[in-house]
């Protein structure tokens, strides 16, 4: 730790670079980010489907719910970065899911 902070500073970037580069997960070719979006994706559509088809009741408005639900969870993990954060940074996305989630899915059962 002799040197100053500015001539240390290419070797910390480099090194931020590095580790970011390793972080970056490739599965069948593709980024896990881009695989992520294409799972949210997907069930943005099977949503749109399930609207355009008029399906209707309880377990479609609940599978619905919980594609709404894991959706945001994926956003949390991979696009927010909450999935390398433990402990208490993580709780207010997880928390507010399950609150709002539990509250709709109570709505939609209590309704039917």
């Given amino acids: 730790m002799g040197r100053t902070f500015p001539d ?9 670079i590095e580790a970011t ?8 070719g593709l980024r896990v980010c881009t695989w992520t979006w294409l799972v949210m994706l997907a069930l943005t559509m ?4 399930i609207g355009r088809l008029g399906l209707s009741g309880l377990g479609v408005s609940l599978t619905v ?8 969870q994926m956003i949390g993990d991979w696009f927010m970065g909450l999935r390398q954060v433990r402990g208490p940074w993580r709780w207010p996305v ?5 609150l709002v989630g ?5 709505a939609f059962a209590l309704s039917a």
């Fill in 46 to 49: 099977v949503t749109w489907i």
């Fill in 8 to 16: 240390a500073l290419p070797e910390m970037t480099h090194m931020a």
């Fill in 94 to 98: 997880v928390v507010w899911l399950l």
């Fill in 102 to 106: 539990g509250a709709i899915a109570t």
């Fill in 65 to 72: 719910l919980a594609f709404a639900l894991i959706k945001g």
């Fill in 21 to 28: 580069e390793r972080k970056r997960m490739v599965v069948g």
